[in-house]
């Protein structure tokens, strides 16, 4: 079994941080997104805002929804 961590990225108006109903909308897309790919979610969704390479433009900031999987690690022998 491994653990991995899965994460979404979106650039958003800054007020978006603290709006609950999009933080919700964004977490729901997230575990909807893993689940249909099989996996499954093994933490909490957690949102944060992050910095890159490039400046987000003025008013705006990028948001990360990140979370833990568990993928289970299948050896198929010779046969």
């Given at each position: 079994?491994?653990?991995?961590?899965?994460?979404?990225?979106?650039?958003?108006?800054?007020?978006?941080?603290?709006?609950?109903?999009?933080?919700?909308?964004?977490?729901?897309?997230?575990?909807?997104?893993?689940?249909?790919?099989?996996?499954?979610?093994?933490?909490?969704?957690?949102?944060?805002?992050?910095?890159?390479?490039?400046?987000?433009?003025?008013?705006?900031?990028?948001?990360?929804?990140?979370?833990e999987v568990?993928?289970?690690?299948?050896?198929?022998?010779?046969?």
């Amino acid at each position: 079994m491994t653990r991995s961590t899965y994460w979404i990225e979106s650039l958003v108006p800054s007020w978006l941080l603290h709006d609950g109903g999009y933080r919700h909308a964004l977490t729901q897309h997230l575990r909807a997104r893993l689940e249909h790919h099989g996996y499954d979610v093994d933490a909490p969704i957690r949102i944060k805002p992050v910095t890159g390479d490039v400046s987000a433009p003025v008013g705006m900031l990028m948001l990360r929804a990140e979370t833990e999987v568990v993928e289970f690690d299948i050896e198929v022998g010779e046969g």
